[in-house]
Structure formats: C-alpha cells, structure tokens
C-alpha cells in the first residue's frame, strides 16, 4: 500500500517503546511533510548516538565516546563514599533532577530476571563488588525498581554486599510498587532517598 521508504520508517519506529502502529504511522507522515532539514537533524543525531555514547568505567553512566570517566565521577564535590546503585541511566536522571543526592551512582543495566534468562554475569554487579572492596565506600543505597525483579536484585546485592562491611541501605517506599524510577516525580523521589531504609539481614 505505501511506498517501501516510508513503509521502512513506520516498520522502525514501531519498535520504539511505547509506540504503536498508529504513533509510528503519524510520526513517518509528519517527517514526509516537513522541511528535508528535520529529516537530516534526526538522521544525523541517530547516527552520532552510537558513535558518540560510551559508558563510564567507574560507574557505567553515559559519557562521551572516548572519556573515561563520567562527569559525576570526575566531580570532586561528589560524596565518593556513597553510591547509589540504580537499573538504569533514566535512572540516574530522575535521582539527579530531584537535587536531592550529592553522592556517586553504580548503574547496573538492568535487573534480576530469571525469567528472561537475565543472571548476575549480566549485569554490572562484579565491578561494583570491585568498587567496594577498594575501600572508601561508607554506605551503598540500593535503589532498584520497586517490582518483582528490582526486589529480587536488592536481595541478590545485599547478600553480596553484607560480607565487605559496607552500610547497606534501601530506598524508602514513597515510590509506587510496580513503577520505574524514570517516571516518579522529584518530591517523590526527594522523599524516598531522605527516608531509605535500613535491609535487613537474612
């Protein structure tokens, strides 16, 4: 029915998270009708991403393809003795907006999963053992998703974590259980992370 280019683009965009037929369909005609300048803005900004993004060997945020180090790594005002563990790098963001964290983060990449076949030796959880039994580590926060598999993965790191003699401590449930971190407002988060919460052992 439609033209394979603009049948390719609608195919591609539907693979996106939370877009569907429709979505996908509106956003490849709104791109035909617009000046060729936004179709080569996008086009460009897509093909730099790869390229661009790297991670950090500290922590696994997003930095700069070739940096070593994250800006929240390199920033010295940072409390280095404090990481906040998080899933992802949206993550991060949503902590960082609330302004309410002054420490360093730990992105793992994702979380526990068994049913999808998502173990330990996926995630970044051997760097972040690494990063602790370094010293200088006071307290660790665990700020998983509050779902089944953000639990399952603060159990997993605090029986890890409890043998180096770190204080482990979790976010409080000012967060609705089911949601991802990446869509709670600032306050909420403001009041999850000044109400963390002691885990306890066993």
Same mark, same amino acid.
């Given at each position: 029915?439609?033209?394979?280019?603009?049948?390719?683009?609608?195919?591609?965009?539907? +693979?996106?998270?939370?877009?569907?037929?429709?979505?996908?369909?509106?956003?490849?005609?709104?791109?035909?009708?617009? @000046?060729?300048?936004?179709?080569?803005?996008?086009?460009?900004?897509?093909?730099?991403?790869?390229?661009?993004?790297?991670?950090?060997? @500290?922590?696994?945020?997003?930095?700069?393809?070739?940096? +070593?180090?994250?800006?929240?790594?390199?920033?010295?005002?940072?409390?280095?003795?404090?990481?906040?563990?998080?899933?992802?790098?949206?993550?991060?963001?949503?902590?960082?907006?609330?302004?309410?964290? +002054?420490?360093?983060?730990?992105?793992? *990449?994702?979380?526990?999963?068994?049913? @999808?076949?998502?173990?330990?030796?996926?995630?970044?959880?051997?760097?972040?053992?690494?990063?602790?039994?370094?010293?200088?580590?006071?307290?660790?926060?665990?700020?998983?998703?509050?779902?089944?598999?953000?639990?399952?993965?603060?159990?997993?790191?605090?029986?890890?974590?409890?043998?180096?003699?770190? *204080?482990?401590?979790?976010?409080?449930?000012?967060?609705?259980?089911?949601?991802?971190?990446?869509?709670?407002?600032?306050?909420?988060?403001? +009041?999850?992370?000044?109400?963390?919460?002691?885990? @306890?052992?066993?």
């Amino acid at each position: 029915m439609l033209p394979r280019p603009l049948q390719n683009l609608i195919t591609a965009l539907e +693979r996106l998270p939370g877009i569907g037929p429709k979505t996908a369909s509106r956003l490849a005609f709104y791109l035909l009708r617009e @000046e060729n300048d936004l179709a080569e803005a996008l086009a460009q900004a897509l093909q730099e991403l790869k390229a661009g993004i790297g991670f950090c060997s @500290e922590c696994f945020y997003l930095t700069e393809a070739g940096k +070593r180090l994250c800006a929240i790594c390199e920033d010295e005002r940072r409390e280095a003795g404090l990481i906040c563990v998080v899933e992802e790098p949206l993550d991060v963001i949503a902590i960082e907006r609330s302004g309410a964290y +002054r420490g360093r983060y730990h992105v793992l *990449h994702g979380a526990l999963s068994p049913i @999808e076949g998502i173990g330990p030796e996926d995630l970044k959880i051997a760097p972040l053992l690494e990063r602790v039994r370094r010293g200088g580590v006071r307290e660790v926060i665990i700020a998983t998703n509050p779902n089944l598999e953000g639990d399952a993965t603060a159990l997993y790191l605090s029986q890890q974590l409890r043998p180096l003699g770190v *204080h482990l401590t979790r976010l409080a449930r000012g967060l609705p259980m089911g949601s991802d971190l990446e869509y709670a407002d600032p306050n909420t988060l403001m +009041r999850a992370l000044a109400g963390r919460q002691e885990i @306890e052992s066993g």
